[in-house]
């Protein structure tokens, strides 16, 4: 027995030995080896591996304490390396640190293919945003069972083809953060991520994805949704679906193409605080229940809200460059104009009629589609115009209706009963539609047409622009036929009638093209033979969303100077006396070379306007004496570099209109030839008139023209970062990218540099861009990059107002030669800085104070940390008063013009034109030939009344 004990002790003993081995092991910290050699890989990829300050001869991170490693035991559970600069690639095993739970590697510059986080299944924490990571691997989400928090935020993941979450990641049952901004996702939202309890934070900003909100998030748990800014037109539908989600507290929907209207009961999501709607395609009335929430931020700006304009309880609240009926907040519109939106709201809102029904008045202005009489709506007439929707009863409240046409479109529904209550009603023409019975007793004396509807007849519609069989329409749209539903009538066979549809259409077709290019093959060969200038006829692609199928052709005449850019010849009017049909649609900007040759002389050498790194601005000049700018790229600096400014500018002035930004008028791509037209700014760089003006024999400016110059571009560069689709960062503001009218009103250029800005105060990292003198700190040092760097070289534009010196010359004292830092020296002195201020300017004491509050915001705005920086909103509202207090005398230049611009660009034509008569000489206006220049034919009509504002 005794012997028996003793064995077993023995053992006994053993055992305990290697225990307390083991646990002496466990307390030195003694690192599994295979997470040191992770560890190590880790390291010895890295391009600066001294960063992470691991020593070289330690082989035992966890009992050392290395920097950023935690271990739990023996083992590595967490590395913490964010905002360290580590560079270089990370190894593909990462995944075998099996006790990791929490990984830390954002902001750094990793690269090559994101690690594989497969299998790590006590994994809760995963921040890998702000790299460079250029691909992910597939199985990276599969087995990540206790993930909470993943981050891909800022990564350019799949390039070339882009990719999307797998299905794997639904597996993730604890996850409750998922944010992947600008991390390169493509395609629709995915349904199961709508389907995730846990998920609380999702945040997919600036991708490109596409496609609706997706029902399954109906009742989800979401606190902050993102999806804002997609690229390349963005995501779609109505957003009906967020109304269930009530624990929304963020939702930003901005910079993206929904559309229909916001629901009425939005006013459900008790805790929402940040609501951004901004540039969507959301039209109709704003519900009342959002009128009366108090957020903190709610911007609905750049949509197609029309009614009244809100009286917001929420102080924070914008919505801008809508199409409200009376600027006056709360004040009623007219009865006719809210029928008239619940017309559109029943037809899901037709962009045609969105962009003209503006105003407060039917029967002023652009509503396309209507006529009136005697100051009432008289007529609908939009036949053919691929209207989708049913027929609204609030049409019975357009009183003096006397024809109603709305034949060929893609209508369905009823016909409202209270429509027989038109006491005027003459004509009613709802012909090939689809709208269904019963139709209701109109009087006898209304000429109803209703053939080609296959629920009133039985038979098929006919096709879409030609009238339906049984009846013949006259051009106005009517019938021969009195009060009776028309019918298909036909004894051939459908198939017949089938094949044959199969055969006339194509000859049909040819037929058609054979009668237009016949006659354009005899205009070009009439026009070589009698002249040997190059033909410049050009046909323009017809966009595919304008229902009228007439081909755009702009014909510029052989002589040098004298060109003319026409539509087809076949524009119709409206009952306003706006034409229809423009030579360069909306998203349409090309022009040709041989065009722009003509209006420049051949690109002359004497219309040279000025050079530049990108090439050479020319004057163009058409036969109406309209002046344009046009911007060449030279063939020796087309480089990728210079491809992308041009391509830049082009994406970013075809999404941005402002009074304050130079606008793009069209571009041309044509061989090596890359060509921008502006519109043209006679007065030139404001560079040119603080530092030029004694050489160019210019007069100097006066404080009243500079801060009226001040402030334009301070709510030209507002509207860029927080007012337009999207939130641009300029990168290159300074004063010879301010360019001048003849008013003096100024106006931002140069769009080349253009980055859009990522939300927040995050930054986006870029390559270094701008010129010297006007770059924010930070961004020259990190190339991190904010609009608080715009706000920064802004400021350097008002210290050289105020100074008249350049932002940077060598040729100063060395004190004064960054004018930022000598700024900042004498800006609190109040001798120092009146000293500096520009000796062109009247010093009176009166204007002190001024110049005073100027100096301040020079100030505030050059901080040299960006969150002590205002923003451009601060800097409007600091110049404002100060430009309203400096208003011009009666007898002088009144600088507006008498224009509001608030208004919608053809009110403004209007105005402007009503002003014709009136003696325009004091505005510097007049040409030569004492006309008033206008923009080129084609290129005002195409833009938008949302363009204007």
């Given at each position: ?523 070009c060969k009439k026009r070589k033979e009698t002249s040997q200038a190059p033909s410049s006829l050009v046909v323009y692609p017809r966009d595919p969303s304008d229902p009228d199928n007439i081909v755009k052709i702009a014909v510029a005449s052989n002589t040098y100077g004298s060109t003319s850019l026409t539509g087809s010849g076949s524009a119709s009017r409206n009952s306003s006396g706006f034409g229809e049909s423009h030579v360069i649609e909306a998203g349409n900007l090309i022009i040709s070379v041989q065009v722009l040759r003509n209006v420049t002389k051949n690109f002359a050498r004497e219309n040279e306007l000025g050079r530049g790194g990108f090439g050479v601005v020319y004057k163009g000049e058409l036969d109406d004496g309209t002046k344009i700018a046009v911007k060449r790229m030279e063939a020796g600096v087309i480089s990728n570099k210079a491809i992308n400014e041009f391509q830049a500018e082009i994406a970013v002035l075809s999404k941005v209109r402002h009074r304050h930004l130079v606008s793009l008028l069209g571009y041309s791509i044509e061989g090596n030839e890359r060509i921008l037209v502006y519109e043209y700014m006679p007065q030139g760089a404001l560079s040119k008139h603080l530092f030029h003006w004694k050489d160019l024999k210019l007069e100097p400016l006066t404080w009243k023209r500079r801060l009226n110059i001040a402030l334009d571009v301070a709510r030209g560069m507002e509207y860029l970062h927080s007012l337009a689709h999207q939130s641009f960062i300029h990168r290159d503001l300074k004063s010879s990218n301010i360019l001048l009218g003849d008013d003096y009103r100024a106006k931002v250029s140069d769009f080349g540099l253009v980055k859009l800005a990522p939300d927040g105060e995050k930054s986006v990292v870029t390559r270094l861009a701008g010129t010297f003198g006007y770059l924010a700190p930070e961004y020259a040092v990190t190339g991190k990059i904010t609009t608080k760097a715009d706000v920064f070289s802004f400021g350097v534009v008002l210290m ?150």
């Amino acid at each position: 027995m005794g012997k028996g004990n003793g064995r077993g002790g023995g053992g006994g003993g053993g055992l305990l030995l290697a225990v307390a081995l083991s646990l002496v092991a466990a307390v030195s910290g003694f690192t599994e080896p295979g997470d040191l050699a992770i560890l190590k890989q880790f390291r010895d990829g890295l391009s600066n591996p001294e960063l992470l300050q691991w020593p070289a001869n330690d082989d035992d991170p966890c009992g050392s304490k290395w920097k950023h490693v935690f271990c739990s035991g023996n083992r590595v559970s967490q590395i913490q390396v964010q905002k360290v600069g580590l560079e270089g690639p990370l190894p593909p095993n990462l995944n075998q640190l099996t006790a990791l739970s929490n990984l830390g590697l954002q902001n750094n510059r990793f690269s090559g293919a994101v690690p594989s986080l497969s299998g790590l299944a006590s994994l809760q924490y995963a921040y890998l945003d702000y790299n460079n990571f250029d691909s992910i691997p597939s199985d990276f989400f599969v087995g990540l069972e206790n993930l909470q928090v993943l981050a891909l935020d800022g990564n350019d993941l799949n390039a070339s083809t882009g990719w999307m979450f797998p299905k794997e990641l639904q597996n993730s049952a604890q996850l409750t953060n998922l944010t992947c901004n600008e991390c390169n996702l493509v395609g629709p939202v995915p349904d199961f991520l709508g389907s995730m309890a846990s998920l609380l934070v999702l945040e997919l900003s600036g991708n490109s994805l596409t496609g609706g909100i997706p029902p399954s998030f109906a009742n989800s748990s979401l606190q902050i949704l993102w999806l804002n800014n997609q690229l390349n037109g963005g995501m779609t539908g109505p957003i009906d679906v967020v109304t269930s989600m009530v624990s929304l507290k963020s939702l930003w929907l901005h910079g993206n193409s929904f559309s229909g209207t916001i629901p009425g009961n939005i006013g459900d999501l008790a805790f929402l605080k940040s609501l951004n709607l901004n540039g969507n395609q959301l039209a109709g009335l704003i519900p009342d229940s959002l009128i009366g929430m108090d957020l903190d931020v709610l911007d609905l700006n750049n949509n197609k809200f029309m009614g009244p304009t809100p009286k917001f309880k929420s102080p924070n609240a914008t919505s801008a460059s809508n199409a409200f009926c009376l600027p006056t907040p709360g004040a009623p519109c007219a009865p006719e104009v809210m029928a008239l939106i619940d017309f559109l709201t029943a037809l899901n809102f037709p962009s045609r009629l969105l962009s003209s029904w503006v105003g407060n008045d039917p029967c002023q202005g652009p509503w396309f589609g209507l006529s009136c009489n005697n100051g009432k709506v008289a007529m609908i007439n939009l036949p053919k115009n691929n209207l989708n929707g049913t027929l609204s009863p609030s049409v019975a409240k357009l009183d003096a209706l006397t024809q109603v046409r709305l034949g060929s479109n893609n209508l369905n529904g009823p016909i409202p009963d209270n429509w027989t209550s038109l006491k005027g009603l003459t004509s009613l023409d709802l012909s090939d539609n689809n709208i269904s019975p019963p139709i209701p007793a109109f009087k006898t004396s209304v000429k109803l047409l209703t053939g080609g509807n296959p629920l009133l007849t039985g038979t098929p519609a006919s096709p879409k622009g030609s009238p339906p069989s049984g009846h013949t329409k006259s051009p106005g749209g009517t019938s021969d036929s009195g009060n009776v539903p028309d019918t298909v009538s036909s004894t051939k066979p459908k198939k017949f009638k089938s094949v044959l549809a199969a055969i006339v259409a194509p000859v049909a077709s040819v037929a058609a093209l054979i009668f237009l290019a016949v006659p354009l093959f005899f205009y070009c060969k009439k026009r070589k033979e009698t002249s040997q200038a190059p033909s410049s006829l050009v046909v323009y692609p017809r966009d595919p969303s304008d229902p009228d199928n007439i081909v755009k052709i702009a014909v510029a005449s052989n002589t040098y100077g004298s060109t003319s850019l026409t539509g087809s010849g076949s524009a119709s009017r409206n009952s306003s006396g706006f034409g229809e049909s423009h030579v360069i649609e909306a998203g349409n900007l090309i022009i040709s070379v041989q065009v722009l040759r003509n209006v420049t002389k051949n690109f002359a050498r004497e219309n040279e306007l000025g050079r530049g790194g990108f090439g050479v601005v020319y004057k163009g000049e058409l036969d109406d004496g309209t002046k344009i700018a046009v911007k060449r790229m030279e063939a020796g600096v087309i480089s990728n570099k210079a491809i992308n400014e041009f391509q830049a500018e082009i994406a970013v002035l075809s999404k941005v209109r402002h009074r304050h930004l130079v606008s793009l008028l069209g571009y041309s791509i044509e061989g090596n030839e890359r060509i921008l037209v502006y519109e043209y700014m006679p007065q030139g760089a404001l560079s040119k008139h603080l530092f030029h003006w004694k050489d160019l024999k210019l007069e100097p400016l006066t404080w009243k023209r500079r801060l009226n110059i001040a402030l334009d571009v301070a709510r030209g560069m507002e509207y860029l970062h927080s007012l337009a689709h999207q939130s641009f960062i300029h990168r290159d503001l300074k004063s010879s990218n301010i360019l001048l009218g003849d008013d003096y009103r100024a106006k931002v250029s140069d769009f080349g540099l253009v980055k859009l800005a990522p939300d927040g105060e995050k930054s986006v990292v870029t390559r270094l861009a701008g010129t010297f003198g006007y770059l924010a700190p930070e961004y020259a040092v990190t190339g991190k990059i904010t609009t608080k760097a715009d706000v920064f070289s802004f400021g350097v534009v008002l210290m050289e107002l105020l100074t008249g010196l350049m932002a940077l010359d060598e040729e100063r004292p060395e004190e004064s030669q960054y004018l930022v830092g000598y700024f900042w020296n004498i800006k609190s002195d109040k001798e120092k800085l009146m000293a500096a201020i520009d000796p062109t300017l009247d010093k009176k004491e009166e204007t002190y104070e001024s110049i005073s509050t100027i100096a301040e915001l020079a100030g505030h705005c050059t901080a040299r940390e960006p969150n002590q920086r205002p923003d451009m909103g601060h800097a409007v509202n600091v110049l404002a008063p100060l430009v309203e207090k400096w208003k011009p005398f009666d007898d002088d230049y009144e600088e507006y013009s008498g224009i509001d611009y608030s208004l919608p660009l053809n009110q403004m034509v209007k105005d402007w034109q009503e002003a014709e008569s009136k003696d325009l000489s004091y505005m510097g206006l007049e040409d030569s030939k004492g006309s008033i220049p206008t923009r080129p034919a084609g290129f005002a009509d195409s833009f938008t009344s949302a363009d204007a504002r």
